[in-house]
């Protein structure tokens, strides 16, 4: 696979270039924050070429010819749920065939095998069970810990979480964050290490409505991922989209979790720009006071492994395309490959002050998570070996990649393999045995 050339100076040659984006592209090259007009050009333009040789020019910018995986496993320790999401295939009512959900015995197995492998994190999201207690979560987390000591627990997405705070008497209606306060407090003690990006889906009320009404919306999934970042706890974020989504929707997506970026780098003391920046098309009550804080920059420094000891802000962007099958929205056809490719770009344009774009192989496939590594992803995930939230093309939920082959994918696509841990500090092993650069 040929690399597309990150040269500015001349715009691309490439039949039907788009002079629209030039300006975009100035914008660029100086480092300079995007706006939801420009979002809108690169996701209308008929040149995507020109956007994913843009996107690729920042993500080189920020990571050379760097591409991250990390040996991770996946644990869905239940798929009991209380919510029906029009998008979500995974969940099971109690009773309905194929409902789970994992004892502590189950759990310490997962535990066990994830040490001895030498992976580096457990991925932990299940359903909103009503009939667990608040002591199941802790009690799981203590005896990860106990049994896999060496293995990060990236655990319960924001939805989850307002779920515990729920589950154990401690929300509160007019002060939501002081409960899950207490639940992220209660978590960390146990052994959580940072939170994965789920629940997110897209940050608007017109498609909350649509497609997954009863669960929280855009402001209650901000302040869960504000209260982790102020616990110092690194988070992760998505966009779900494809589905009743319109383009526009997710531009607004970006410009939310942009803002929220630039308030977690403002509190660690990252310098910013423009203190004056209004997220234009966003309404006043999702406006956040905080710097422009853009790390797109030649020279501008990441949150890296050394920020790691004061963590507190997003790590990474996973787009997630919607796969239709066995949801209620199966009717819905789904996004396809250049709209996924485009999406990643854009994503990685847009979202200037994030450190990481995952293209996560498993909803992307390995073929197009190469391609997405040449149009502003970093980051193609893991070994993962059991998933179950999706199965793409009739996949089971046994779906296990090995290292050779993300390696092989990587190098194939003209990157460097490097493996990871959970917040992005760069592994070495020998054979099982591993450890993070400090
Ligand atoms: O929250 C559910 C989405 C998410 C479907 O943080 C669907 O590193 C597509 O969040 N089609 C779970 N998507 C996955 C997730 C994730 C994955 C990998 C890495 C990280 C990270 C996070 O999957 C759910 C929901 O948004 N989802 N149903 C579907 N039919």
Redesign the pocket.
Known sequence: MTTLAPSLESPSRLPGADPALEPIARKVEQGQRLSIDDGRTLYHTPDIWRVLELADLVRRRMHGDVAYYNINRHLNYSNVCALS?K????YRKAGQEGEYTRDLDYVKEEGRKAQSIGATEL?I?GGLNPYLPFEYYTDMLRALREVAPDVHL?AF?A?ELVHLARIAKVYKRNDPKSGVRWVLQQLKEAGLGS???????VFDERVHKEAFKTKIGAHEWLDVHLVAHELGLNT???M?YG?VDQREERLRHMEILRRSQDQALDRLGYVGEDSAYIARDIPESQQITAPVITLNKDGATLPSPSMSDKGGYYQ?I?P????????A?EHLP?PAGLENLRTIAVTRLMLDNFPHV?A?W??QTLPMAQLMLEAGADDI?GTVVWYD??KVGGASTHQETTVTDLKNAIQEAGFTPVERDTVYRRVTRDGNTWRAES
Request: charge should be negative; aromatic fraction near 12%; proline fraction near 7%.
């Open positions: 999401c998008f979500c295939e995974f991925h999201v990236k997405t939805v939170l994965p990006g789920g629940g997110a889906e992760n974020c998505t779900l589905h990474t996973t997630l395309p919607f796969f239709p099958d066995g949801s929205l789904g995952k996560f498993i909803m995930d939230i999706t």
